[in-house]
């Protein structure tokens, strides 16, 4: 994965802008429903960066907005990155459709928020780890194990990339414990975790087994604050299913339940002692 800005970045990069220009033209959605002649929900999501905006529809929504020379030239290159394609992985085909939106939002995230009380985010397993976590579907060929593998390494490229996101991880006392894989393969993942959090490129809190329930029970999910002031989804995974929620309403929810997870889990520093003993 690139450390420079991904197709993913760019669209969201002109949604941002294409807002800006509603906002000061005084543009309501209802105007570029009419002038591309689609639905409510797709008008929606251009604006959000969910879809790409095609060339037409794109002069469609400049001329609509009145944006002429230089800035439209601009604009115009914005979406024509929005819309390259990614090179082919080996990994690529493996993904489930369910979790590619999420795989998209996480890539452009300026501060995720993971709470897990049975094992460590994907952003920081070791590759050992992650084969052992994804080895427990028994519905998954050996092939498909590996390729699912390597799209979590390559998810962890913007960890050590030029923007990497403000990783904020709240994990149980018992997720440094849990018997993941063999004793090597632990040892190696609570080293690699430590590096990550003493290098600053992760916020490690754990959550005591003196703390007893929470509001998040035994739930895992993932806040997710993308750039440029847009809203906040969440991700919640299930045992079939991965859910991005953007009512404001729910996602401030669960955002309270978070806070309420930092409130009762040790200090960063408290943390890292805690990582260290074990």
Same mark, same amino acid.
């Given at each position: 994965?690139?450390?420079?800005? %991904?197709?993913?970045?760019?669209?969201?990069?002109?949604?941002?802008?294409?807002?800006?220009?509603?906002?000061?033209?005084?543009?309501?959605?209802?105007?570029?429903?009419?002038?591309?002649?689609?639905?409510?929900?797709?008008?929606?999501?251009?604006?959000?960066?969910?879809? /790409? @905006?095609?060339?037409?529809?794109?002069?469609?929504?400049?001329?609509?907005?009145?944006?002429?020379?230089?800035?439209?030239?601009?604009?115009?290159?914005?979406?024509?990155?929005?819309?390259?394609?990614?090179?082919?992985?080996?990994?690529?085909?493996? +993904?489930?459709?369910?979790?590619?939106?999420?795989?998209? %939002?996480?890539?452009?995230?300026?501060?995720?928020?993971?709470?897990?009380?049975?094992?460590?985010?994907?952003?920081?397993?070791?590759?050992?780890?992650?084969?052992?976590?994804?080895?427990?579907?028994?519905?998954?060929?050996?092939?498909? &194990?590996?390729?699912?593998?390597?799209?979590?390494?390559?998810?962890?490229?913007?960890?050590?990339? %030029?923007?990497?996101?403000?990783?904020?991880? +709240?994990?149980?006392?018992?997720?440094?414990?849990?018997? @993941?894989?063999?004793?090597?393969?632990?040892?190696?993942?609570?080293?690699?975790?430590?590096?990550?959090?003493?290098?600053?490129?992760? @916020?490690?809190?754990? &959550?005591?087994?003196?703390?007893?329930?929470?509001?998040?029970?035994?739930?895992?999910?993932? &806040?997710?604050?993308?750039?440029?002031?847009?809203?906040?989804? &969440?991700?919640?995974? %299930?045992?079939?299913?991965?859910?991005? @929620?953007?009512?404001?309403?729910?996602?401030?929810?669960?955002?309270?339940?978070?806070?309420?997870?930092?409130?009762?889990?040790? /200090?960063?520093?408290?943390?890292?002692?805690?990582?260290?003993?074990?």
């Amino acid at each position: 994965m690139s450390s420079g800005p %991904t197709p993913t970045d760019q669209r969201a990069r002109l949604a941002d802008r294409l807002r800006e220009l509603a906002r000061e033209r005084g543009v309501q959605r209802a105007d570029v429903q009419r002038v591309l002649g689609c639905s409510e929900s797709k008008v929606g999501k251009i604006l959000r960066g969910d879809v /790409s @905006v095609v060339p037409l529809e794109l002069a469609a929504l400049l001329d609509l907005f009145g944006v002429e020379g230089e800035a439209r030239a601009d604009l115009e290159r914005l979406g024509e990155e929005s819309r390259r394609r990614r090179p082919k992985t080996p990994w690529g085909t493996a +993904v489930p459709d369910r979790l590619r939106k999420f795989f998209n %939002t996480e890539e452009t995230a300026r501060r995720i928020e993971s709470y897990r009380p049975d094992l460590l985010h994907g952003l920081v397993q070791t590759e050992d780890y992650a084969r052992a976590v994804i080895s427990t579907n028994r519905s998954l060929r050996p092939d498909e &194990v590996e390729r699912l593998v390597q799209a979590r390494m390559a998810r962890q490229a913007r960890l050590t990339g %030029t923007s990497p996101p403000e990783l904020v991880l +709240v994990v149980r006392e018992a997720v440094l414990e849990a018997p @993941v894989g063999t004793a090597a393969v632990r040892r190696g993942q609570l080293a690699h975790l430590k590096r990550l959090v003493d290098g600053g490129r992760a @916020v490690l809190r754990v &959550v005591p087994g003196s703390a007893g329930l929470t509001g998040a029970l035994f739930f895992p999910f993932t &806040v997710l604050t993308p750039p440029g002031g847009r809203a906040r989804n &969440v991700y919640v995974e %299930t045992l079939t299913d991965g859910l991005l @929620v953007d009512e404001e309403n729910r996602v401030a929810h669960y955002s309270a339940v978070f806070q309420e997870l930092l409130d009762v889990a040790l /200090s960063p520093a408290g943390s890292a002692g805690l990582l260290d003993r074990v």
